[in-house]
T-cell receptor, first 113, second 114 residues
Framework: GENVEQHPSTLSVQEGDSAVIKCTYSDSASNYFPWYKQELGKRPQLIIDIRSNVGEKKDQRIAVTLNKTAKHFSLHITETQPEDSAVYFCAASTDQAGTALIFGKGTTLSVSS | SAVISQKPSRDICQRGTSLTIQCQVDSQVTMMFWYRQQPGQSLTLIATANQGSEATYESGFVIDKFPISRPNLTFSTLTVSNMSPEDSSIYLC???????????FGPGTRLTVT
């Protein structure tokens, strides 16, 4: 089955810096890669996703890149703000109805002002 | 996206008892999933709740311990049976968007077993 590795487990940056979180996956059939942000005591929130027919997707300060050949994808946050502090999870699935997500172990991002 | 609610939001239960968690969605969805998130950990899939048929369980989770019902396209329940302290966790339901298969999570149920 699918296995998703996520690095780093913790990341501390200064406000205004960029943050990058990387994930690798094992199943070449996976073609849908969402990212979730989970603030303390809250539910995971979908912040961006990418499908295998594109290599990069941006949404304001957030971008995700995908390299299907190398089986890795990354989340990039630019101009970080204290409210970006949270746990970020990557996930993978086969983008078909009824396919559950397999999650990475999460990255705790701390943005200090 | 759909509005998802869960009941209860939290509970403290005695060892050996059972708790049923409800997940309600404000629109019809085909697929619902149940996840467990242990303290400080990632999300682990327990099972996929199929409307009109038995749930599909992941390795390490069994129906006797985690029976699931899915009576219609807007509602599902997860029961945690014969609880032990190791079952202390957050239990989350998620639903799959019909349009693009994106998944959205309910607010979770924080369970503490003493």
């Amino acid at each position: 089955g699918e296995n998703v590795e996520q690095h780093p487990s913790t990341l501390s940056v200064q406000e205004g810096d960029s943050a990058v979180i990387k994930c690798t996956y094992s199943d070449s059939a996976s073609n849908y890669f969402p990212w979730y942000k989970q603030e303390l005591g809250k539910r995971p929130q979908l912040i961006i996703d990418i499908r295998s027919n594109v290599g990069e997707k941006k949404d304001q300060r957030i971008a995700v890149t995908l390299n299907k050949t190398a089986k890795h994808f990354s989340l990039h946050i630019t101009e970080t703000q204290p409210e970006d502090s949270a746990v970020y999870f990557c996930a993978a699935s086969t983008d078909q109805a009824g396919t559950a997500l397999i999650f990475g172990k999460g990255t705790t991002l701390s943005v200090s002002s | 996206s759909a509005v998802i609610s869960q009941k209860p939001s939290r509970d403290i239960c005695q060892r050996g008892t059972s708790l049923t968690i409800q997940c309600q969605v404000d629109s019809q969805v085909t697929m619902m999933f149940w996840y467990r998130q242990q303290p400080g950990q990632s999300l682990t899939l327990i099972a996929t709740a199929n409307q009109g048929s038995e749930a599909t369980y992941e390795s390490g989770f069994v129906i006797d311990k985690f029976p699931i019902s899915r009576p219609n396209l807007t509602f599902s329940t997860l029961t945690v049976s014969n609880m032990s302290p190791e079952d202390s966790s957050i239990y989350l339901c998620s639903v799959e968007s019909k349009q693009d298969y994106e998944q959205y999570f309910g607010p979770g149920t924080r369970l503490t077993v003493t």
